[in-house]
């Protein structure tokens, strides 16, 4: 899996705005979606850590279908996006500053699985 | 070559130390360094199973072993699972053991539900990092060491394979056929140090 580094994000206090997170697997792989139909399967998440914004919607892309054996898998395969709305509160402060967050994903392709890796993500903000 | 084998069997000793300074862990895990001919004996290791009773895999000696390792959210492990209680039913009278070791983080929490749900009529272990690493580091899953009757091993699968190239090798090492030449490895990291002599 391949995180584009994310580009600053500005915001004004009061105001939200959304950050995309631009994803890229290796062609044939997969992650499972948000929402794997299966419930031993491990879902892609997204996270935030505490900061000077609060996340208050995290969009993930619409899954496809994937038949694996007799199962039907809903996953993300190529490039995707993970959005998330952030709002900077009004007593935020102003400046530069950094979010963090861990997007964990277990990628498989058609004959074998990769084991559930977290990878950490930074996102450098602007608060006007 | 001489760097990489020496790479190896550091990463083999690391591997050892790593395990032995995780006081809390239940597992036991010990390389054999037997070697004959060009196989490998399988490492050894203690581990329980569902019942807590304890699995020890040379116990196996002198059975044909399929060691596979799974997890529960892995779908083509999902894929073997079903072959596999086949194998152990048709098989296990003529010497064949099934033996699961599922790398799942949350181990038996999520494993004897798994169990529970698909019925699994072989036994399984919850494995960990110094049991993987044992075994050449377990970079992908399934992936299915073929042990025979004398501990050593003739086969390495990674990933899925056919159910009939499962069968045909069965069959093969329980019928005494010598398949011990054929140490096949499919270009694995666990494959490589299997070569190098990690896995002795």
Same mark, same amino acid.
């Given at each position: 899996m391949n995180?584009?580094?994310?580009?600053?994000?500005s915001?004004?206090r009061?105001?939200?705005?959304?950050q &995309?997170?631009?994803?890229?697997?290796?062609s044939?792989?997969h992650?499972?979606?948000?929402?794997?139909?299966d419930?031993f399967?491990?879902p892609?998440?997204?996270?935030w850590?505490s900061?000077?914004?609060?996340?208050k919607?995290?969009?993930y892309p619409?899954?496809e279908? $994937?038949?694996?054996?007799?199962d039907?898998?809903?996953?993300?395969?190529g490039?995707?996006t993970?959005?998330?709305?952030? +709002? *900077?509160p009004?007593q %935020?402060?102003a400046?530069i %500053?950094?979010m963090q967050?861990?997007?964990r994903?277990?990628?498989c392709d058609?004959?074998s699985?990769?084991?559930p890796a &977290?990878?950490e /993500?930074? $996102?450098?903000?602007?608060?006007? | 070559?001489n760097?990489?084998?020496?790479?190896a069997?550091?990463?083999a000793?690391?591997s050892? +130390?790593?395990?032995?300074c995780?006081?809390?862990?239940p597992?036991?895990?010990?390389g054999?360094?037997?070697?004959?001919?060009?196989?490998?004996?399988?490492?050894?290791?203690?581990?329980?199973?569902?019942?807590?009773? &304890?699995v020890k895999l040379?116990?196996?000696r002198?059975?044909v072993v399929?060691?596979?390792f799974?997890? &529960?959210w892995?779908g083509?492990?999902?894929i073997?699972?079903?072959?596999?209680?086949?194998?152990?039913q048709?098989?296990?009278?003529?010497?064949?053991? =099934?033996?699961?070791?599922?790398?799942?983080?949350?181990g038996?929490?999520?494993?004897?539900p798994y169990i *529970?749900?698909?019925?699994?009529?072989?036994? $399984? =272990? =919850?494995?960990?990092? %110094? $049991?993987?690493?044992?075994?050449?580091?377990?970079?992908? +899953?399934p992936?299915?060491f073929?042990i025979n009757r004398?501990?050593k091993v /003739?086969?390495?699968?990674?990933?899925?394979i056919?159910?009939?190239?499962?069968?045909?090798?069965?069959?093969? +090492?329980?019928?005494?056929?010598?398949?011990?030449?054929m140490?096949r490895?499919?270009g694995?990291?666990? *494959? *490589?140090?299997l070569s190098?002599?990690?896995?002795?």
């Amino acid at each position: 899996m391949n995180i584009a580094t994310p580009q600053t994000l500005s915001v004004k206090r009061g105001q939200t705005a959304t950050q &995309t997170l631009d994803i890229s697997l290796r062609s044939g792989f997969h992650v499972n979606s948000d929402k794997p139909k299966d419930e031993f399967l491990i879902p892609i998440k997204l996270t935030w850590m505490s900061g000077p914004l609060a996340a208050k919607q995290i969009t993930y892309p619409k899954p496809e279908d $994937v038949k694996v054996g007799e199962d039907t898998l809903s996953v993300f395969t190529g490039k995707f996006t993970i959005e998330t709305k952030f +709002l *900077a509160p009004p007593q %935020a402060q102003a400046g530069i %500053a950094t979010m963090q967050g861990k997007l964990r994903y277990q990628a498989c392709d058609s004959r074998s699985c990769k084991r559930p890796a &977290t990878v950490e /993500v930074k $996102v450098p903000v602007s608060i006007q | 070559m001489n760097l990489l084998k020496t790479g190896a069997l550091l990463f083999a000793t690391t591997s050892l +130390l790593l395990y032995s300074c995780s006081g809390s862990n239940p597992v036991e895990v010990k390389g054999l360094a037997q070697q004959t001919g060009n196989l490998k004996t399988a490492p050894d290791f203690t581990l329980k199973d569902a019942n807590g009773s &304890t699995v020890k895999l040379s116990d196996y000696r002198g059975k044909v072993v399929l060691l596979n390792f799974w997890a &529960t959210w892995c779908g083509p492990c999902k894929i073997e699972i079903p072959w596999f209680m086949e194998f152990e039913q048709q098989y296990r009278d003529q010497g064949l053991e =099934v033996l699961g070791i599922a790398m799942d983080d949350d181990g038996w929490a999520a494993v004897k539900p798994y169990i *529970a749900q698909h019925k699994m009529n072989y036994r $399984v =272990v =919850v494995g960990d990092d %110094a $049991v993987a690493n044992l075994y050449g580091g377990i970079d992908s +899953l399934p992936t299915t060491f073929v042990i025979n009757r004398e501990g050593k091993v /003739v086969d390495t699968h990674v990933g899925l394979i056919g159910k009939d190239d499962y069968i045909t090798e069965i069959k093969g +090492l329980l019928s005494g056929a010598n398949k011990d030449a054929m140490l096949r490895n499919s270009g694995s990291p666990a *494959a *490589a140090l299997l070569s190098l002599g990690a896995i002795r």
